[in-house]
């Protein structure tokens, strides 16, 4: 039986039409981490994109805030990041995988992330 929250989180992902300013970005980050692999992207390419790609818009928004003044979670900024990073490296080494080699072909990178 679904509860409320299911409802919610179906009415507003109705609601996005994919206009948004998060929406564009988070559609550009996704993009630019796939273009990097070097092959077609597998679903599990395309979920580990999405997941960094959603992560660093969050992380965004809260650098914007702090930047404006707000106060801040500063632990939640810290995981955010350290998330960021290992899905990184994950999506860095499928890179690597399919290029052949034990080096970075694909130069995926935290600094890549930010706009």
Do not use: W
Request: hydrophobic share 45%.
């Amino acid at each position: 039986m679904a509860d409320a929250a299911h409802f919610l989180i179906a009415a507003e992902t109705e609601r996005l039409d994919g206009r948004t300013r998060y929406a564009k970005r988070l559609r550009a980050l996704v993009m630019g981490l796939l273009e990097g692999l070097g092959g077609p992207p597998t679903v599990a390419d395309q979920l580990l994109a999405t997941q960094i790609a959603t992560l660093t818009v969050r992380r965004e928004a809260i650098e914007r805030a702090m930047a404006a003044g707000e106060t801040v979670d500063g632990v939640e900024l810290t995981k955010l990041s350290a998330v960021i990073v290992r899905c990184l490296a994950a999506l860095r080494g499928k890179a690597a995988a399919r290029n052949g080699s034990g080096k970075r072909q694909s130069p995926f990178d935290v600094r890549d992330l930010i706009a």
